[in-house]
Protein backbone atom coordinates (compact mmCIF):
# COMPACT_ATOMS: atom_id res chain seq x y z
CA UNK A 1 0.00 0.00 0.00
CA UNK A 2 2.69 2.16 1.22
CA UNK A 3 4.77 1.13 -2.17
CA UNK A 4 1.81 2.10 -4.55
CA UNK A 5 1.31 5.40 -2.70
CA UNK A 6 4.73 6.56 -3.45
CA UNK A 7 4.82 5.38 -6.92
CA UNK A 8 2.01 7.55 -7.60
CA UNK A 9 3.48 10.54 -6.00
CA UNK A 10 6.54 10.06 -8.61
CA UNK A 11 4.31 10.01 -11.10
CA UNK A 12 2.42 12.33 -10.26
CA UNK A 13 5.56 14.71 -9.87
CA UNK A 14 6.77 14.06 -13.48
CA UNK A 15 3.26 14.33 -15.32
CA UNK A 16 3.61 18.15 -13.22
CA UNK A 17 6.82 18.49 -14.32
CA UNK A 18 5.84 17.21 -17.87
CA UNK A 19 2.47 19.67 -17.82
CA UNK A 20 3.87 23.61 -19.03
CA UNK A 21 2.88 25.89 -16.61
CA UNK A 22 -0.28 28.31 -17.24
CA UNK A 23 0.34 32.00 -17.69
CA UNK A 24 -1.68 34.79 -18.90
CA UNK A 25 0.26 36.15 -22.19
CA UNK A 26 3.53 34.89 -24.04
CA UNK A 27 5.48 37.54 -26.06
CA UNK A 28 7.72 36.38 -29.18
CA UNK A 29 9.69 38.44 -31.04
CA UNK A 30 12.67 38.64 -33.47
CA UNK A 31 14.99 39.88 -30.87
CA UNK A 32 14.19 39.90 -27.36
CA UNK A 33 16.28 43.42 -25.61
CA UNK A 34 16.54 42.44 -21.75
CA UNK A 35 18.58 45.52 -20.41
CA UNK A 36 19.60 43.26 -17.31
CA UNK A 37 22.87 43.31 -15.91
CA UNK A 38 24.49 41.13 -18.79
CA UNK A 39 22.39 43.85 -21.51
CA UNK A 40 21.21 39.97 -23.04
CA UNK A 41 19.88 40.49 -26.41
CA UNK A 42 17.67 37.10 -27.35
CA UNK A 43 17.46 35.65 -30.90
CA UNK A 44 14.50 34.17 -31.24
CA UNK A 45 13.51 35.19 -27.66
CA UNK A 46 10.12 35.32 -25.57
CA UNK A 47 8.79 36.70 -22.23
CA UNK A 48 6.06 34.86 -20.09
CA UNK A 49 3.85 37.22 -18.22
CA UNK A 50 1.45 35.87 -15.68
CA UNK A 51 -0.59 38.84 -13.20
CA UNK A 52 1.39 42.33 -13.92
CA UNK A 53 4.70 40.25 -13.51
CA UNK A 54 7.24 38.76 -15.66
CA UNK A 55 7.32 35.33 -15.31
CA UNK A 56 10.24 34.14 -17.35
CA UNK A 57 12.40 35.11 -20.28
CA UNK A 58 14.55 33.31 -22.83
CA UNK A 59 14.57 31.32 -25.88
CA UNK A 60 11.19 31.00 -27.41
CA UNK A 61 11.97 27.60 -28.06
CA UNK A 62 12.24 26.68 -23.81
CA UNK A 63 9.25 29.25 -22.75
CA UNK A 64 7.42 27.36 -25.41
CA UNK A 65 8.15 24.38 -23.76
CA UNK A 66 7.40 25.92 -19.94
CA UNK A 67 4.50 27.67 -20.32
CA UNK A 68 1.28 27.55 -21.80
CA UNK A 69 -0.63 30.78 -22.20
CA UNK A 70 -4.17 31.93 -22.54
CA UNK A 71 -3.10 34.63 -24.84
CA UNK A 72 0.12 35.18 -27.04
CA UNK A 73 1.54 37.48 -29.69
CA UNK A 74 4.11 36.79 -31.75
CA UNK A 75 6.10 39.34 -33.70
CA UNK A 76 8.67 37.42 -35.67
CA UNK A 77 10.05 40.99 -37.45
CA UNK A 78 9.85 43.19 -34.38
CA UNK A 79 12.25 43.52 -31.04
CA UNK A 80 10.77 43.08 -27.44
CA UNK A 81 12.01 45.94 -25.51
CA UNK A 82 11.21 47.37 -21.85
CA UNK A 83 9.13 49.74 -22.15
CA UNK A 84 10.09 53.56 -22.23
CA UNK A 85 10.44 55.78 -19.66
CA UNK A 86 10.46 59.73 -19.29
CA UNK A 87 11.76 60.64 -16.31
CA UNK A 88 10.23 64.01 -16.67
CA UNK A 89 7.17 66.20 -18.59
CA UNK A 90 4.07 68.31 -18.10
CA UNK A 91 1.76 66.13 -19.73
CA UNK A 92 -1.81 68.05 -19.59
CA UNK A 93 0.56 71.18 -21.64
CA UNK A 94 0.26 68.89 -24.22
CA UNK A 95 -2.98 70.87 -25.63
CA UNK A 96 -0.33 74.20 -25.77
CA UNK A 97 1.61 72.40 -28.02
CA UNK A 98 3.58 74.69 -30.56
CA UNK A 99 1.44 77.98 -29.06
CA UNK A 100 4.41 79.88 -29.10
CA UNK A 101 7.66 78.80 -30.39
CA UNK A 102 11.23 80.16 -30.63
CA UNK A 103 11.15 82.56 -27.94
CA UNK A 104 13.32 83.72 -24.80
CA UNK A 105 12.27 81.72 -21.83
CA UNK A 106 10.92 84.78 -20.24
CA UNK A 107 8.81 86.51 -22.98
CA UNK A 108 7.53 82.84 -24.17
CA UNK A 109 6.91 82.77 -20.28
CA UNK A 110 4.91 86.50 -19.83
CA UNK A 111 3.56 86.81 -22.92
CA UNK A 112 1.77 83.44 -23.64
CA UNK A 113 2.30 80.68 -21.30
CA UNK A 114 1.21 82.26 -18.25
CA UNK A 115 -1.87 84.02 -19.95
CA UNK A 116 -2.76 81.06 -21.56
CA UNK A 117 -2.81 79.07 -18.38
CA UNK A 118 -4.24 81.84 -16.42
CA UNK A 119 -7.57 81.77 -19.11
CA UNK A 120 -7.54 77.65 -19.41
CA UNK A 121 -5.99 75.49 -17.39
CA UNK A 122 -8.85 74.18 -15.64
CA UNK A 123 -9.46 70.20 -14.41
CA UNK A 124 -10.95 69.48 -17.38
CA UNK A 125 -8.37 70.94 -19.40
CA UNK A 126 -6.00 68.89 -17.51
CA UNK A 127 -7.41 65.54 -17.79
CA UNK A 128 -7.96 66.55 -22.27
CA UNK A 129 -4.18 67.06 -22.22
CA UNK A 130 -3.64 64.38 -20.10
CA UNK A 131 -5.50 61.67 -22.33
CA UNK A 132 -3.44 63.62 -25.53
CA UNK A 133 -0.28 63.24 -24.05
CA UNK A 134 -1.12 59.47 -22.79
CA UNK A 135 -2.12 58.32 -26.26
CA UNK A 136 0.94 60.21 -27.40
CA UNK A 137 3.28 58.31 -24.96
CA UNK A 138 1.68 54.91 -25.21
CA UNK A 139 1.69 54.83 -29.39
CA UNK A 140 5.55 56.36 -29.00
CA UNK A 141 6.34 52.75 -26.35
CA UNK A 142 6.50 55.19 -23.22
CA UNK A 143 4.79 53.18 -20.42
CA UNK A 144 5.73 54.85 -17.32
CA UNK A 145 6.37 59.17 -16.92
CA UNK A 146 7.53 61.58 -14.37
CA UNK A 147 5.06 64.17 -14.37
CA UNK A 148 4.93 67.57 -12.59
CA UNK A 149 1.77 69.98 -13.11
CA UNK A 150 -1.66 71.55 -11.95
CA UNK A 151 -4.44 69.55 -11.07
CA UNK A 152 -2.25 66.20 -10.62
CA UNK A 153 -5.68 64.26 -8.98
CA UNK A 154 -6.90 64.63 -12.44
CA UNK A 155 -3.75 63.78 -14.42
CA UNK A 156 -3.55 60.62 -11.98
CA UNK A 157 -7.08 59.67 -12.88
CA UNK A 158 -6.66 60.20 -16.99
CA UNK A 159 -3.32 58.42 -16.20
CA UNK A 160 -5.08 55.23 -14.88
CA UNK A 161 -7.38 55.67 -17.56
CA UNK A 162 -4.91 55.17 -20.08
CA UNK A 163 -3.09 52.32 -17.90
CA UNK A 164 0.31 54.22 -18.00
CA UNK A 165 2.57 54.25 -14.97
CA UNK A 166 3.09 58.03 -13.74
CA UNK A 167 5.24 59.37 -11.02
CA UNK A 168 3.24 62.47 -10.07
CA UNK A 169 3.38 65.43 -8.10
CA UNK A 170 1.31 68.88 -8.14
CA UNK A 171 3.45 71.83 -8.63
CA UNK A 172 3.94 73.96 -5.51
CA UNK A 173 4.82 77.05 -6.76
CA UNK A 174 5.34 80.66 -4.97
CA UNK A 175 2.53 82.14 -7.03
CA UNK A 176 -1.05 81.91 -7.39
CA UNK A 177 -1.90 78.56 -9.55
CA UNK A 178 -4.73 77.29 -11.69
CA UNK A 179 -5.88 74.83 -8.76
CA UNK A 180 -3.79 76.03 -5.28
CA UNK A 181 -3.59 79.80 -4.24
CA UNK A 182 -0.48 79.65 -1.89
CA UNK A 183 2.05 77.09 -1.39
CA UNK A 184 0.77 75.91 1.79
CA UNK A 185 -2.48 74.78 -0.13
CA UNK A 186 -0.47 73.54 -2.65
CA UNK A 187 1.40 70.94 -0.15
CA UNK A 188 -1.46 70.64 1.86
CA UNK A 189 -3.51 69.45 -1.76
CA UNK A 190 -0.02 67.38 -2.21
CA UNK A 191 -0.79 65.59 0.91
CA UNK A 192 -3.71 64.50 0.47
CA UNK A 193 -2.99 63.39 -2.93
CA UNK A 194 0.00 61.42 -1.16
CA UNK A 195 -2.46 59.38 1.14
CA UNK A 196 -5.08 58.62 -1.95
CA UNK A 197 -2.11 57.03 -4.14
CA UNK A 198 -0.10 55.85 -1.06
CA UNK A 199 -0.46 51.76 -2.15
CA UNK A 200 -1.31 52.21 -6.22
CA UNK A 201 -0.46 49.59 -8.35
CA UNK A 202 0.54 52.13 -11.35
CA UNK A 203 0.81 55.90 -9.75
CA UNK A 204 3.78 56.69 -7.42
CA UNK A 205 2.43 60.09 -5.93
CA UNK A 206 5.25 62.84 -5.31
CA UNK A 207 6.22 65.92 -3.82
CA UNK A 208 6.91 68.53 -6.17
CA UNK A 209 8.62 72.04 -5.62
CA UNK A 210 8.79 73.32 -8.87
CA UNK A 211 12.66 74.81 -8.83
CA UNK A 212 14.74 76.42 -5.95
CA UNK A 213 14.23 80.08 -7.51
CA UNK A 214 10.29 79.76 -7.45
CA UNK A 215 9.61 78.63 -3.84
CA UNK A 216 11.04 79.82 -0.65
CA UNK A 217 13.37 77.91 1.70
CA UNK A 218 10.94 77.27 4.07
CA UNK A 219 8.56 75.53 1.04
CA UNK A 220 11.38 74.02 0.17
CA UNK A 221 11.74 72.44 3.86
CA UNK A 222 8.65 71.53 4.24
CA UNK A 223 8.69 69.48 0.67
CA UNK A 224 11.35 67.21 1.91
CA UNK A 225 9.23 66.52 5.43
CA UNK A 226 6.54 66.01 3.49
CA UNK A 227 8.12 63.34 0.87
CA UNK A 228 10.40 61.46 3.79
CA UNK A 229 6.79 61.31 6.01
CA UNK A 230 5.43 59.08 3.14
CA UNK A 231 8.19 57.73 2.29
CA UNK A 232 7.82 59.27 -1.53
CA UNK A 233 10.14 61.17 -4.36
CA UNK A 234 10.50 65.01 -4.23
CA UNK A 235 10.70 65.83 -7.89
CA UNK A 236 12.24 69.05 -8.71
CA UNK A 237 13.85 71.40 -11.21
CA UNK A 238 17.40 71.82 -11.03
CA UNK A 239 20.40 73.96 -13.07
CA UNK A 240 18.31 74.29 -15.91
CA UNK A 241 19.64 77.66 -17.19
CA UNK A 242 22.85 79.93 -16.72
CA UNK A 243 20.18 82.49 -15.14
CA UNK A 244 19.17 80.65 -11.88
CA UNK A 245 23.03 79.26 -12.02
CA UNK A 246 23.79 82.60 -11.95
CA UNK A 247 21.03 84.27 -9.62
CA UNK A 248 21.85 81.92 -7.42
CA UNK A 249 25.44 82.16 -6.79
CA UNK A 250 24.45 86.55 -6.60
CA UNK A 251 22.18 86.07 -3.83
CA UNK A 252 23.08 82.82 -1.67
CA UNK A 253 27.15 82.40 -2.96
CA UNK A 254 26.07 78.88 -3.81
CA UNK A 255 24.93 76.77 -7.25
CA UNK A 256 21.24 75.36 -6.90
CA UNK A 257 22.52 72.34 -6.18
CA UNK A 258 24.41 73.29 -3.27
CA UNK A 259 21.87 76.14 -1.82
CA UNK A 260 19.46 73.23 -1.91
CA UNK A 261 21.62 70.54 -0.12
CA UNK A 262 22.36 73.20 2.64
CA UNK A 263 18.78 73.80 3.01
CA UNK A 264 18.60 69.54 3.27
CA UNK A 265 16.35 68.99 0.08
CA UNK A 266 18.26 66.63 -1.80
CA UNK A 267 18.76 64.24 1.49
CA UNK A 268 16.21 61.57 0.84
CA UNK A 269 14.76 60.03 -2.74
CA UNK A 270 14.83 62.91 -5.43
CA UNK A 271 14.87 63.78 -8.98
CA UNK A 272 16.22 66.38 -10.40
CA UNK A 273 15.08 67.39 -13.93
CA UNK A 274 18.11 69.47 -16.27
CA UNK A 275 21.38 69.19 -14.60
CA UNK A 276 22.83 71.77 -17.03
CA UNK A 277 24.45 74.10 -15.22
CA UNK A 278 26.42 71.80 -12.73
CA UNK A 279 30.04 72.44 -11.73
CA UNK A 280 32.14 69.25 -10.03
CA UNK A 281 30.98 70.05 -6.56
CA UNK A 282 27.41 69.76 -7.06
CA UNK A 283 28.38 66.43 -9.40
CA UNK A 284 30.40 65.23 -5.38
CA UNK A 285 26.80 66.24 -3.78
CA UNK A 286 24.46 64.76 -6.36
CA UNK A 287 26.52 61.41 -5.77
CA UNK A 288 26.91 61.55 -2.50
CA UNK A 289 23.04 61.97 -1.92
CA UNK A 290 21.96 59.41 -4.29
CA UNK A 291 20.18 62.23 -6.41
CA UNK A 292 18.80 60.67 -9.61
CA UNK A 293 18.56 63.06 -12.77
CA UNK A 294 16.43 63.93 -15.90
CA UNK A 295 18.28 64.47 -19.21
CA UNK A 296 16.28 66.54 -21.58
CA UNK A 297 18.21 67.07 -24.77
CA UNK A 298 15.09 68.56 -26.88
CA UNK A 299 14.18 71.13 -24.26
CA UNK A 300 17.98 71.90 -23.55
CA UNK A 301 18.40 72.68 -27.09
CA UNK A 302 15.52 74.62 -28.13
CA UNK A 303 15.33 76.96 -25.04
CA UNK A 304 19.52 77.33 -25.40
CA UNK A 305 19.81 76.35 -21.83
CA UNK A 306 23.20 74.40 -22.58
CA UNK A 307 24.29 70.88 -22.64
CA UNK A 308 24.38 68.96 -19.29
CA UNK A 309 27.96 67.06 -18.66
CA UNK A 310 25.47 63.84 -19.40
CA UNK A 311 29.06 61.75 -19.91
CA UNK A 312 30.77 62.92 -16.55
CA UNK A 313 27.23 62.42 -14.46
CA UNK A 314 27.22 58.83 -16.28
CA UNK A 315 30.85 58.40 -15.62
CA UNK A 316 30.29 59.09 -11.97
CA UNK A 317 27.46 56.60 -11.35
CA UNK A 318 24.95 59.24 -10.87
CA UNK A 319 21.64 57.43 -12.69
CA UNK A 320 20.07 59.99 -15.35
CA UNK A 321 17.15 58.76 -17.17
CA UNK A 322 15.78 60.80 -20.23
CA UNK A 323 12.69 63.43 -20.36
CA UNK A 324 10.67 65.49 -23.13
CA UNK A 325 9.93 68.23 -20.98
CA UNK A 326 6.25 69.92 -21.80
CA UNK A 327 5.16 70.47 -25.29
CA UNK A 328 3.73 73.68 -25.22
CA UNK A 329 7.32 75.30 -26.22
CA UNK A 330 10.51 73.65 -24.58
CA UNK A 331 9.80 70.11 -27.06
CA UNK A 332 7.00 69.89 -28.91
CA UNK A 333 6.28 66.05 -28.49
CA UNK A 334 6.40 63.41 -26.38
CA UNK A 335 8.92 61.16 -28.48
CA UNK A 336 11.69 59.25 -26.34
CA UNK A 337 12.75 57.51 -29.37
CA UNK A 338 14.14 61.58 -30.29
CA UNK A 339 15.14 62.02 -26.86
CA UNK A 340 17.46 58.79 -27.16
CA UNK A 341 19.34 60.24 -30.58
CA UNK A 342 19.46 63.71 -29.42
CA UNK A 343 21.28 62.72 -26.48
CA UNK A 344 23.79 60.89 -28.14
CA UNK A 345 24.78 63.35 -30.58
CA UNK A 346 24.28 66.23 -28.60
CA UNK A 347 27.27 64.52 -26.31
CA UNK A 348 29.36 63.81 -29.62
CA UNK A 349 29.12 67.35 -31.11
CA UNK A 350 30.08 69.23 -27.76
CA UNK A 351 32.88 66.95 -26.49
CA UNK A 352 34.57 66.57 -30.33
CA UNK A 353 34.01 62.91 -29.59
CA UNK A 354 31.86 60.01 -31.74
CA UNK A 355 32.83 57.78 -28.98
CA UNK A 356 30.51 59.78 -26.61
CA UNK A 357 27.28 58.44 -25.84
CA UNK A 358 26.98 55.40 -27.75
CA UNK A 359 23.78 54.10 -28.85
CA UNK A 360 23.58 51.15 -26.08
CA UNK A 361 23.88 53.32 -23.17
CA UNK A 362 21.04 56.15 -25.03
CA UNK A 363 18.99 53.20 -24.95
CA UNK A 364 19.71 52.38 -21.36
CA UNK A 365 18.94 55.67 -20.51
CA UNK A 366 15.50 55.26 -22.15
CA UNK A 367 15.04 52.55 -19.65
CA UNK A 368 17.23 50.98 -16.97
CA UNK A 369 19.48 54.44 -16.12
CA UNK A 370 15.74 55.77 -16.02
CA UNK A 371 14.52 53.46 -13.59
CA UNK A 372 17.01 53.62 -11.99
CA UNK A 373 17.36 57.91 -11.54
CA UNK A 374 13.62 57.56 -10.24
CA UNK A 375 14.53 54.44 -7.85
CA UNK A 376 12.21 52.28 -9.58
CA UNK A 377 14.43 50.08 -11.15
CA UNK A 378 13.81 47.04 -8.91
CA UNK A 379 10.22 46.79 -10.31
CA UNK A 380 10.84 48.05 -13.83
CA UNK A 381 13.53 49.29 -16.78
CA UNK A 382 14.92 45.63 -17.55
CA UNK A 383 12.65 42.73 -18.78
CA UNK A 384 13.78 40.05 -15.87
CA UNK A 385 11.81 37.29 -13.69
CA UNK A 386 9.63 39.12 -10.90
CA UNK A 387 9.68 42.76 -12.92
CA UNK A 388 6.29 44.35 -13.71
CA UNK A 389 5.31 43.42 -17.10
CA UNK A 390 6.21 46.92 -18.94
CA UNK A 391 6.91 45.91 -22.35
CA UNK A 392 6.95 47.12 -26.09
CA UNK A 393 7.48 45.93 -29.67
CA UNK A 394 8.68 48.05 -32.33
CA UNK A 395 8.53 46.67 -36.03
CA UNK A 396 11.25 46.41 -38.42
CA UNK A 397 9.98 45.97 -41.02
CA UNK A 398 10.08 49.67 -42.66
CA UNK A 399 12.22 50.66 -45.52
CA UNK A 400 14.38 52.93 -42.60
CA UNK A 401 14.69 49.86 -40.38
CA UNK A 402 16.68 47.29 -42.53
CA UNK A 403 19.50 46.14 -42.46
CA UNK A 404 20.21 45.60 -38.63
CA UNK A 405 23.64 45.22 -37.71
CA UNK A 406 22.89 46.46 -34.03
CA UNK A 407 19.42 45.98 -31.90
CA UNK A 408 20.92 49.52 -30.22
CA UNK A 409 21.87 51.53 -33.39
CA UNK A 410 18.91 50.44 -34.19
CA UNK A 411 16.96 51.63 -31.47
CA UNK A 412 19.18 55.07 -30.89
CA UNK A 413 19.27 56.13 -34.52
CA UNK A 414 16.94 54.72 -37.03
CA UNK A 415 13.40 53.69 -35.40
CA UNK A 416 11.17 56.16 -34.87
CA UNK A 417 8.31 56.29 -31.67
CA UNK A 418 5.75 55.34 -34.71
CA UNK A 419 7.22 52.27 -35.39
CA UNK A 420 6.26 51.24 -31.89
CA UNK A 421 3.11 48.21 -32.34
CA UNK A 422 2.41 47.02 -29.17
CA UNK A 423 2.49 48.63 -25.71
CA UNK A 424 2.08 46.10 -22.21
CA UNK A 425 1.78 48.07 -18.60
CA UNK A 426 1.50 46.52 -15.65
CA UNK A 427 0.51 43.00 -17.12
CA UNK A 428 -2.06 44.68 -19.64
CA UNK A 429 -1.94 45.27 -23.31
CA UNK A 430 -2.33 48.74 -23.73
CA UNK A 431 -1.79 49.29 -27.49
CA UNK A 432 -1.87 46.53 -29.68
CA UNK A 433 -1.16 46.93 -33.58
CA UNK A 434 -0.56 50.97 -32.76
CA UNK A 435 -3.95 51.40 -31.84
CA UNK A 436 -4.63 52.67 -28.52
CA UNK A 437 -6.85 50.46 -26.41
CA UNK A 438 -7.70 51.95 -23.16
CA UNK A 439 -8.59 55.50 -24.69
CA UNK A 440 -10.86 56.79 -27.15
CA UNK A 441 -8.17 58.01 -29.87
CA UNK A 442 -11.11 59.70 -32.12
CA UNK A 443 -12.56 61.88 -28.85
CA UNK A 444 -9.27 63.09 -27.86
CA UNK A 445 -8.46 64.37 -31.42
CA UNK A 446 -11.70 66.26 -31.32
CA UNK A 447 -10.97 67.75 -28.33
CA UNK A 448 -7.77 69.24 -29.12
CA UNK A 449 -8.98 70.83 -32.05
CA UNK A 450 -12.06 72.55 -30.07
CA UNK A 451 -9.50 73.58 -27.36
CA UNK A 452 -6.93 74.61 -30.19
CA UNK A 453 -9.64 77.04 -31.12
CA UNK A 454 -10.62 78.20 -27.43
CA UNK A 455 -7.19 78.64 -26.58
CA UNK A 456 -6.66 80.86 -29.67
CA UNK A 457 -9.69 82.91 -28.86
CA UNK A 458 -8.33 83.20 -25.17
CA UNK A 459 -5.40 85.31 -26.57
CA UNK A 460 -6.94 87.50 -28.88
ZN1 LIG B 1 10.04 70.99 -16.82
Redesign the pocket.
Known amino acids: MRLCCSLLLVCAAAFAQAQPALVDEIWTAHYVVTMDAQHRVIENGAVAIRGDRIVDVGPRAAIDKSYQARQRLDRPDALLTPGLINT???VAMSLFRGIADDLRLQEWLEKYIFPAEAKNVDAEFVRWGTRLACLEMALSGTTTFTD?YYFEDTIASATKEAGLRGILGETIIGFPAPDFKTPQAALAGTEKFLQSYAHDPLIVPAVAPHAIYTNSDETLKASRKLADRYSKPLII?LAETKTENDESLARRKMTPTAALDALGVLTGWTVA??GVWLNDADLKILKMRGTGLSH?PS?NMKLASGVAPVVKILGLGIPMGLGT??VAG?NNDQDIMVEMDLAAKLQKVTTGDPRALPAEQAFAMATILGARALRLDSMIGSIEKGKRADLITVRLDAPHAVPMYNVYSQLAYSLHGSDVSDVMVNGRAIVRDRKMLTLDAGAIMAKAAEYQERIRRSLR
Request: without cysteine.
Open positions: HTHMHAHNSDGS
